[in-house]
Every structure is written in structure tokens, then in C-alpha cells.
């Protein structure tokens, strides 16, 4: 066993490597544009893209009548447009505030998933289908097509960012001046949901309904405590989701059971969230300028100057000739 660990450690298995590879590149895409959705207040639309594209899996399924992966991702990927247009929709067209909207369409479209779902398993061979992986995530049936499926994805989304980053920082800090500097801000938001949308449903096979939306907020977040410059943040951004991604499928893979690896390793979705969450504490706790201990050392310092300046001030006091009335 302890053998079968180090070969995982040390990537020399075909499978953890395709694993790895495929998380982390989804780890990179989802920090560097999370970094935007976060910005943008926008990082729950991931959440409710990610439950809204679970009907879509199903309806792909009944259509094509097998687990064919391309075709679930497809029929995610439309489910996940259509709920995002859905918030953009009523947070337009209504008077219903975008927090309200969200919680609307994510319930409304998990809840028809999570009922054909239901009538997926029923059905002869259903139980087989795999639909369940969808939920919770199962890195560990990922082969090399899904790992270039999400390294497309990751490369168009960094190309994107990088093509377009000086359009989403306006988007993002000063929405009034991009419009009027000619930028189509209601294109590049709607491109920025696609972008949000097409990294959610890239990573459910991987991370799962409940738990892809973290990567796309964790990293982001962390990000922020370490610099002000939206150029290092994005760095940041996606250098912690390809180590968390990284992190959490090792660990996952290294509890090893009977039958061999990630045969009943604990659930890799899961795992990488909580190391995000780890790198999130750490970056909260010790971020040189806005971490906890630097908060704590700068207000025991201001406190240890004002001490030492009281006296002063006492002797001052003492010593300031009498005020005199004209």
C-alpha cells in the first residue's frame, strides 16, 4: 500500500496523471476567471449555473440513450446558458433583485434535475448510467478525452481573459466609463457569464453540481488578500486553483482501498474544496498587508506608539504656559 502511495505521489500511474492534469487545468481556468466573477459580483451565478445545467445531463440522456460524455456536457452546457440568461433576464426585466433571481432559477432547475433524475434510475439500465457522478463529482473516471476537453477549455477561457482583460477590468471596477468609452458592456457581461457558465459545466464530472462553484470563488478569494493589482490577483487567482486542484486529488488519491486506487478514496470534489478552503485560511490569516496577524501587529504597534507618547504628552501638558485671557 505504502508503495502504491508513492506511485501516485510521484504521478508514475497513467490514471493519476490524467486526473491531475484535468483538475488542475480546470483549476486554472476557474481561479482566473473567477477572479472577474468575483469582482463583478457575480460568483454565485456559478452555483446556479452548476444546478441548473444537472436537468440538462438528464435531457441529453434521454435523447442520446447512453452515458456519451460529449453529448451530457453539451446538453449541460445549454441547460447552464439558459439559467444564466434566465437571472440575466429577470434581474433586467423585473424588479427582482439578482440574489432573488439566482435563488429562483437554482432551485427551480435543480429541482426538475434531481426529478428526471429520479426517472433516469428507474428506467432499465438507468441505475448504470453514471448520472449520480454528476452531483458529487468522480475525477476518478476521467480518461484523457475529458482531460483535453477541459484543457480546451482552460486555454480558450486564459485567452480570452488575457485577450479581453483590460475590457473585464472596466467591466468590473467602473462599469459607467467602460459604456462610455465605447466598450459594450452589456456583451462583455453576457460573455463573461458564458465564460462563467462553460468552466462550471467543464468541471462537473470532476468537482460535481455541489462543489464546482467553489473553485470559481475560494481562489478568487483568497487572491484578494495578497495584492490590490487585478494583474497579480488573476495570477494568484490561478495559481491557488491549480494547487488546491492539485492538493485535493492527492489527497483523495492516497486513501487507498482494496481494489486499488481512487477505488474507495474519499470523494475528490469534496477534497479539492477543502484545500481551497485551506489556502483561503492561510491567505486570510497571514496575507502580508490585509491578514489577520497583520491587522493584529499593526494595531499592537499603534498602540505600544501611543503608549510611549503619553508621557511625553503628560510632560507637554505640564509644561505649556497657563492660557491668558486677552
Not at 449555473?49 to 438528464?58: E, M
Request: glycine residues 10%; hydrophobic residues 55%; positive net charge.
Amino acid at each position: 500500500m505504502i508503495a502504491e502511495t508513492w506511485d501516485i505521489i510521484l504521478l508514475r500511474d497513467s490514471t493519476t496523471r490524467t486526473v491531475v492534469a484535468g483538475t488542475a487545468l480546470l483549476g486554472l481556468a476557474s481561479g482566473v476567471i473567477g477572479t472577474f466573477a468575483v469582482l463583478r459580483r457575480r460568483s454565485l451565478v456559478g452555483d446556479a449555473v452548476a444546478h441548473a445545467s444537472l436537468p440538462g445531463v438528464c435531457v441529453a440522456f434521454f435523447v442520446v440513450g447512453d452515458r456519451h460524455f460529449p453529448s451530457l456536457l453539451i446538453g449541460a452546457l445549454v441547460f447552464g446558458l439558459l439559467g444564466a440568461g434566465c437571472i440575466a433576464a429577470i434581474r433586467e426585466w423585473t424588479r427582482i433583485k439578482e440574489d432573488a433571481a439566482i435563488g429562483l432559477v437554482l432551485g427551480t432547475f435543480f429541482g426538475l434535475g434531481i426529478v428526471l433524475s429520479g426517472v433516469i434510475q428507474r428506467m432499465p439500465g438507468g441505475n448504470r448510467a453514471g448520472l449520480d457522478g454528476f452531483l458529487f463529482g468522480k475525477a476518478a473516471s476521467m480518461v484523457s478525452s475529458d482531460a483535453w476537453t477541459i484543457g480546451g477549455t482552460a486555454a480558450g477561457t486564459v485567452a480570452l481573459v488575457a485577450l479581453l482583460f483590460k475590457e473585464f477590468r472596466l467591466l468590473c471596477f467602473d462599469r459607467e466609463y467602460a459604456a462610455s468609452s465605447g466598450i459594450p458592456v452589456l456583451w462583455m457581461d453576457l460573455l463573461l457569464l458564458a465564460l462563467v457558465t462553460t468552466c462550471t459545466v467543464a468541471g462537473l464530472p470532476a468537482a460535481g453540481v455541489v462543489m464546482v462553484a467553489a473553485l470559481l470563488i475560494i481562489p478568487a478569494s483568497a487572491a484578494r488578500f495578497w495584492t490590490e493589482n487585478l494583474t497579480v490577483m488573476t495570477v494568484i487567482a490561478g495559481f491557488f486553483g491549480v494547487a488546491s486542484a492539485v492538493v485535493g486529488t492527492m489527497v483523495s488519491a492516497t486513501v487507498i482501498g482494496p481494489a486499488g486506487a481512487f477505488s474507495r478514496g474519499l470523494p475528490t470534489g469534496p477534497c479539492i474544496t477543502l484545500a481551497a478552503t485551506a489556502f483561503f485560511l492561510l491567505s486570510m490569516v497571514f496575507a502580508p498587508r490585509r491578514g489577520v496577524v497583520a491587522d493584529v501587529w499593526r494595531l499592537f504597534s499603534l498602540r505600544r506608539e501611543l503608549a510611549l507618547q503619553r508621557p511625553l504628552r503628560r510632560v507637554l501638558r505640564v509644561d505649556s504656559p497657563p492660557e491668558t485671557e486677552a
